[in-house]
């Protein structure tokens, strides 16, 4: 058995759940652990000087729990599959050439070092600003973004985090969000299972080409 584990990064509305939930679609034996699942309880999220609530950083998330998650697939997918009500499909290889693929997706998964070491493969989608900020508009949180609240902290930690994750992070794929997501699947997809191909040593038969 081989495993691959693939991040999927990037800012707030780039399309990340998006093309995670495509991936995972598409190739057998494969799940996604999303970082959104792991944000601490609102009341103690801290507030700045502007009174608005610091959600985009680290220490908003239980890391460790997701951390732990990620190693328990990592030791045995297949059992972590069953564990979440998903049947392993497997197929004619031989156990040594099954792969098992981990989607790891979030706006700060390369930003932890301890998560951000165990990606075979890193993709990080962007947007621009006013595109990020349009898109934001028609997203309904919970609780919801006071007035300001972009300006006023989301775009600025996003640079903050994006500074930080490139002074520490090597090996990005850098991806255009504003590509239609079928070209987005497409790039990520193939290049993914080339990298499967690879780890079957080129014995199986390949994923099939999407165009």
Avoid at 92 to 103: H, I, K, R, S
Avoid at 165 to 194: H, Q, T, W
């Amino acid at each position: 058995m081989k495993t691959l584990v693939v991040g999927v990064g990037g800012m707030t509305n780039g399309g990340k759940s998006t093309l995670s939930t495509s991936l995972h679609q598409q190739i057998p034996n494969s799940c996604i652990i999303a970082q959104d699942l792991y944000f601490k309880d609102d009341s103690v999220i801290p507030v700045d000087s502007n009174g608005f609530k610091q959600y985009d950083m680290l220490d908003a998330l239980h890391m460790d729990t997701m951390m732990r998650e990620v190693d328990s697939w990592r030791r045995d997918p297949e059992s972590f599959l069953r564990k979440k009500g998903v049947t392993p499909e497997h197929t004619a290889l031989t156990v040594d050439m099954e792969v098992f693929v981990l989607v790891v997706e979030g706006f700060l998964i390369f930003n932890y070092r301890p998560l951000n070491e165990v990606f075979d493969k890193r993709y990080y989608i962007e947007i621009p600003y006013d595109v990020c900020k349009r898109r934001r508009s028609f997203r309904v949180y919970t609780p919801p973004d006071p007035p300001g609240y972009f300006d006023g902290h989301v775009w600025p930690m996003y640079l903050k985090n994006r500074q930080e994750m490139e002074s520490m992070v090597s090996g990005i794929v850098f991806l255009d969000g504003l590509k239609l997501k079928e070209e987005l699947l497409a790039i990520v997809y193939n290049d993914v299972c080339e990298e499967i191909e690879r780890l079957r040593d080129n014995k199986a038969e390949p994923c099939p080409t999407r165009i």
